[in-house]
């Protein structure tokens, strides 16, 4: 039988894990645990914990704030379901997630990984992304992918060798991403760990590499919060030095200088060879690589001594990958490099532009809270209705 085991990690948001929680404990499928990891919290989450009076959740304090992928790690260890989950400590699931996997789980014996629709939710505004008639689009059939051309699709999306078409799910956030245990020790025994530093769940394309199968359950079970410390945050403009303190953890990147970018294309690099998957993808960086690291450069405010030596640095690793990718077109390449970088400087600025609009879209329902959202979500599903 199907026993999950649900991992929150969290810190300083006592308020928001109270809906994490509760949108676990109230799930119409009972068979799980909780595993709440208080990364260092002041004052420790152990009263919220304590008072649901239910076996089911367990506490482990760390007394002091340490790396996410270090804190999630060490839990592995004290799990004991045979499915895996990490749900962030401000996401939350729609009453019927687990039992849809489980069911899931249970007529697909040998899956070992699925994930499942999603949407967002704006803790600040109360709303969410979800506009008119978009719930019809969760049709709650379930598509498979061969598991390592979805991982190989993960690293090349990322600027990794040249560019190809590859067959990949619409959605794959671990909020909303189920492994089994014996996947994971598997994984574990290639990467050597699961989550792997600085994006702790870009370890999961090993999890990807090292199963014949992933699904995706187009369904609608779990609701994405977004707030001001997500780990996104870091891919915004003028917000790139947000991963200095991540630069020691470079390993494959010829760039030493911070970018969100550099920072997650490293990790799948880290997965790409720790899985064998250099044998299918060639590793290089392409150009495009370089031209998305240089837009976040440029996007420092104001610019420094050090945006200038981290622009330095990029250009003639830019050039070289023209030389490999593209000779025909080192020239043209070189030329149009600033108007590049200007488009996409704009484009990040436009996509703000969007999100912000989304976010206030006059139609949009308001919620108590997120978890008011979860349930509405369910009910409007069943009935059809939409906002």
């Not at 009076?53 to 340490?66: A, G, L, M, S």
Request: aromatic share 10%; hydrophobic share 40%; charged share 20%.
């Amino acid at each position: 039988m199907v026993k999950f085991s649900i991992t929150i990690l969290t810190f300083n948001r006592h308020e928001l894990l109270q809906l994490t929680i509760s949108s676990v404990v109230e799930q119409n499928y009972t068979n799980f645990e909780i595993l709440v990891i208080d990364n260092g919290s002041t004052p420790s989450v152990h009263e919220i914990v304590a008072g649901y009076c239910d076996q089911r959740i367990r506490i482990k304090r760390i007394p002091e704030n340490i790396h996410v992928c270090d804190a999630l790690e060490s839990a592995l260890d004290e799990i004991t379901g045979t499915h895996f989950l990490f749900l962030a400590d401000d996401d939350v699931l729609v009453p019927d997630a687990l039992s849809s996997v489980a069911r899931f789980f249970n007529e697909h014996i040998d899956a070992q990984m699925v994930c499942t629709g999603n949407v967002m939710f704006n803790h600040h505004t109360k709303a969410s992304n979800v506009n008119p008639g978009d719930l019809k689009f969760f049709t709650n059939d379930v598509q498979s992918f061969e598991g390592r051309e979805h991982a190989l699709a993960c690293c090349n999306g990322w600027g990794i060798g040249p560019k190809k078409k590859f067959k990949s799910m619409p959605s794959a956030l671990p909020s909303a991403t189920y492994i089994s245990l014996n996947l994971i020790r598997i994984t574990k025994r290639r990467q050597g760990m699961l989550f792997v530093k600085s994006f702790g769940d870009i370890g999961y394309v090993g999890c990807m590499a090292n199963t014949d199968k992933v699904y995706y359950m187009n369904s609608l079970l779990t609701i994405i919060g977004l707030t001001p410390v997500r780990e996104t945050l870091g891919c915004l403009a003028g917000y790139r030095r947000k991963w200095d303190r991540e630069i020691q953890y470079l390993q494959h990147s010829p760039i030493k200088a911070p970018s969100f970018l550099n920072m997650g294309t490293d990790a799948h690099l880290q997965a790409l060879f720790k899985n064998g998957l250099d044998h299918y993808l060639d590793s290089r960086l392409r150009p495009n690589f370089f031209v998305r690291h240089l837009r976040q450069v440029i996007s420092d405010k104001p610019w420094d001594s050090r945006t200038i030596n981290d622009i330095i640095e990029t250009l003639p690793h830019y050039c070289k990958s023209l030389i490999m990718f593209a000779p025909h077109s080192i020239w043209n390449g070189f030329l149009s490099f600033p108007r590049k970088c200007r488009r996409e400087f704009a484009r990040v600025n436009a996509r703000k532009k969007s999100e912000k609009k989304s976010s206030n879209f006059g139609k949009q329902k308001l919620f108590k809270d997120i978890l008011e959202f979860a349930k509405w979500v369910k009910v409007s599903s069943e009935t059809g209705n939409v906002l």
